[in-house]
């Protein structure tokens, strides 16, 4: 029989634990209990085949000092078993020109470390270049997956063109655009990465973003807002999106209200359209998270009780583990 002493102590663990759990389940920042996480984590639950590569978006960058694009992703894969890349294209410039830098890339990596195939995951811009170099060397890539992609383009960059264009701007905006990306990129460590915001502006736009699936239509949907084929070329498509737009009033993407009148009413997470998002398989296209909650920006902030972005990538990752891939 328990002495006063034991049945004290007991009581206190429990109420410990009880206390904890509560506490994950009100801030929903906890993707998993602690057991579970340690026993994943044991188990390689984010063990890709693969290597996992992270390919940010326009005026993007790997990381600059403790910040990641991909906030507290890379970190939370590799935890898990995961061989993580975090790669760095031009912040500003062509969907071409910036696949053709991760292939440069992706090539240097498989002659170093002779990684045969990768699984690449872009956000935003991102979802063009890691289709651009799934489309011109699919004999590299396992995987494709985008988050919050304008796969048919987003009418901000219509409308940002249409309005520089009729007031003969352009060249003044790009030039002061061209000048942030150059210090976008000189602070993350890449100083010499070219950068051409008109180029980007134009492969964001309705027009360029239609010119560019008609070269590399892999994954296209084949109805205005459905799903795409799943494997082409030996590779799987996956997209998500979110159609949030102010998450959370302490962060700075609040400011995204703005650029969502845009969109007249239509499902947006403030810079792309839901429907825009969608590519390949579709995983879920109407996450309660803006543009930059998509990749766990700014910090972290995000929505309260909205899903934990870093969870998603996590959960992507042993899918393809599961695949094979």
Known sequence: MDSVGNRFEKYRRQTVNKTLTALCIAVATCATPVGLATAQAASGY???RHPIVLAHGLFGFDAIGPADYFFGVASALRRDGATVITTQQSAANSSEARGEQLLAELRRLKAAHGHQKFNLIGHSHGGHTIRYVAAVA???VASVTTVGTPHRGTVVADALYAVTQAT????????IADALASIISAISGAPRL???SEAALRSLSTAGSQAFNQRFPAGAPTTACGSGASVVNGVRYYSAGGTSVVTNLLDVDSSLSITSVL???KANDGLV????????????????WNHLDEVNQTFGLRGWFTPNPVAFYRTQANRLKNAGL
Not at 273 to 288: A, F, I, Q
């Open 263 to 265: 969109f007249l009413g």
């Open 194 to 196: 070219p950068q051409n």
């Open 46 to 48: 984010t063990q890709t």
């Open 168 to 175: 003969g701007t352009t060249p003044l905006a790009a030039g």
């Open 273 to 288: 359209e839901r429907c825009s998002s969608r590519w390949g398989t579709v995983l879920r296209d109407n996450y309660p």
């Open 138 to 140: 699919p004999e590299l």
